[in-house]
């Protein structure tokens, strides 16, 4: 199956401070990445689409200025929370869709990445 | 979840069966997902339906009814390890997939 990696799994940091998260597809080209967030005991929240090439499709509450997403090529996107507050501590998870290097379209089926799990103190 | 009923706790026996309901809203409906998550880590795909009708996938089977906006997953032979909160999830348009709450399921001896 596919595998999308996530780096940092875990980051600690002041408040005010920035925090970018990497989510990286390692073996297919995904044309769409999505941004989610999960609270303790809650579902998982979509925050942002991104394809590659474009600008990030956010959900409603979401802050763009907040939450920065770039999605610069078919493996790599990125999440930058800026001047995190506490209240931004939570599980980050991003996902992937798409094909396959050899061009297979699995379309539907979303691959997540580990998490990255952020406090911020 | 938005408009994604499932019960939020089950507890089942080793080596049984266990059915977990899903019902949803069928506006937009692209599909639906199952994803198993076991605490602090990421979900991972179990099945994905987007006909009516049972898919059996080894020890786990999805089933589906459109017109009703209903799904469940089935659990057989159960082991200790399936203990985890077994999420569903409906697609819509743009591949977007909305998230239920999870039913967290606790497999006892």
């Known amino acids: 199956g596919a595998v999308v990696s996530q780096h940092p799994s875990r980051v600690i940091c002041k408040s005010g401070t920035s925090v970018k998260i990497e989510c990286r597809s390692l073996d297919f080209q995904a044309t769409t990445m999505f941004w989610y967030r999960q609270f303790p005991k809650q579902s998982l929240m979509l925050m942002a689409t991104s394809n590659e090439g474009s600008k990030a499709t956010y959900e409603q509450g979401v802050e763009k200025d907040k939450f920065l997403i770039n999605h610069a090529s078919l493996t790599l996107s990125t999440l930058t929370v800026t001047s995190a507050h506490p209240e931004d501590s939570s599980f980050y998870i991003c996902s992937a869709s798409g094909g396959s290097l050899a061009g297979d379209y699995w379309g539907h089926e979303q691959f997540f990445g580990p998490g990255t799990r952020l406090t911020v103190l | 979840g938005q408009n994604i009923d499932q019960p939020t706790e089950m507890t089942a026996t080793e080596g049984a069966i266990v059915q977990i309901n899903c019902t949803y809203q069928?506006?937009?409906?692209?599909?639906l997902f199952w994803y198993q998550q076991h605490a602090g880590e990421a979900p991972t795909f179990l099945s994905y339906n987007v006909l009516d009708g049972l898919e059996e996938k080894g020890r786990f089977s999805s089933f589906l009814s459109r017109s009703k906006g209903y799904s469940y997953l089935l659990l057989k032979e159960l082991q200790m390890k399936d203990s985890a909160s077994y999420l569903c999830?409906?697609?819509?348009?743009?591949?977007?997939?909305?998230f239920g709450i999870g039913t967290k399921l606790q497999v006892i001896p």
């Open positions: 069928t506006s937009g409906f692209n599909g």
């Open positions: 999830a409906r697609g819509g348009g743009y591949q977007k997939v909305t």
